[in-house]
């Protein structure tokens, strides 16, 4: 199997950390959507990542399905997920309210890379960022109630969201506003799998 993509994506470096955590051997190609442009659309035509190129060819994108998908592959490898009932929901709604912070950290960061200056439109900003604490309000209060194990999807997923907002949008994300959080991604970074899946790695 390959993962292709580099770790500065939240969505690349949750499905590298927890490929580690079920113990599936995989090669990692560490392609850029913007450098590597036309290496990453021979593999995948919508140029998305992350992309895995499973045993048999298939390509298959978007973090949450290869995770679907390699969960059954390591059936017998150590769970990431709460069996069903509350808990798994609990993780789910986490997780959920983690791709959001995601989605909306990356949204502003391609507003200003990627637009001229003069083309940014602060309306926009303005509601992404609100947005933005909206999600990690819910995530803080959510993980005072309970917070998931560092090691699991929505452990995995909180953590990496944290790290990449506080790496490309420092101005808008305060760790002090958000304790329980930072306190549960510091703990995260400082897991094996964690440190040895860097960001700018
Ligand atoms: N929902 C997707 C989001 C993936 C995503 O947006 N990845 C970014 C990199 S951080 C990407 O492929 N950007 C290129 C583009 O959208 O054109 C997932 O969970 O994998």
Same mark, same amino acid.
């Given at each position: 199997?390959i993962?292709?993509?580099?770790?500065?994506?939240?969505?690349?470096?949750?499905?590298?950390?927890?490929?580690?955590?079920?113990?599936?051997?995989h090669?990692?190609?560490?392609l850029?959507?913007?450098?590597?442009?036309?290496? +990453?659309?021979?593999?995948?035509? =919508?140029?998305?990542v992350?992309?895995?190129?499973?045993?048999g060819?298939?390509?298959?994108?978007?973090?949450?399905?290869?995770?679907?998908y390699?969960?059954?592959l390591? =059936?017998?490898?150590?769970?990431?997920?709460?069996?069903?009932?509350?808990?798994?929901l609990?993780?789910?709604c986490?997780?959920?309210?983690?791709?959001?912070?995601?989605?909306k950290?990356?949204?502003?960061?391609y507003?200003?890379?990627?637009?001229?200056?003069?083309?940014?439109?602060?309306?926009?900003?303005?509601?992404?960022?609100?947005?933005l604490?909206?999600?990690?309000?819910?995530?803080? =209060?959510?993980?005072?109630?309970?917070?998931?194990?560092?090691?699991?999807?929505?452990?995995?997923?909180?953590? +990496?969201?944290?790290?990449f =907002?506080?790496q490309m949008?420092?101005d808008?994300?305060?760790?002090?506003?958000y304790?329980? +959080?930072?306190?549960?991604?510091?703990?995260?970074?400082?897991q094996p799998?964690?440190l040895?899946?860097?960001?700018?790695?």
């Amino acid at each position: 199997m390959i993962l292709i993509g580099m770790l500065d994506s939240p969505y690349v470096r949750r499905v590298a950390i927890s490929m580690k955590v079920l113990g599936l051997e995989h090669e990692h190609r560490p392609l850029s959507v913007f450098s590597d442009f036309d290496q +990453v659309q021979a593999i995948n035509p =919508a140029v998305k990542v992350p992309t895995l190129v499973t045993g048999g060819g298939q390509v298959l994108m978007d973090s949450t399905l290869i995770l679907a998908y390699l969960e059954e592959l390591a =059936a017998h490898a150590p769970r990431i997920r709460p069996e069903p009932g509350p808990a798994r929901l609990r993780a789910l709604c986490q997780t959920s309210y983690a791709l959001a912070a995601c989605d909306k950290a990356v949204q502003i960061v391609y507003e200003r890379r990627l637009r001229p200056q003069e083309k940014q439109h602060q309306p926009w900003l303005d509601r992404v960022q609100l947005q933005l604490h909206g999600t990690w309000r819910q995530l803080e =209060a959510s993980l005072r109630e309970e917070a998931p194990d560092c090691l699991s999807i929505a452990g995995i997923t909180i953590a +990496v969201a944290w790290s990449f =907002a506080q790496q490309m949008v420092p101005d808008v994300m305060a760790a002090s506003d958000y304790p329980a +959080v930072a306190a549960l991604t510091a703990l995260a970074e400082r897991q094996p799998v964690f440190l040895a899946t860097p960001m700018a790695g």
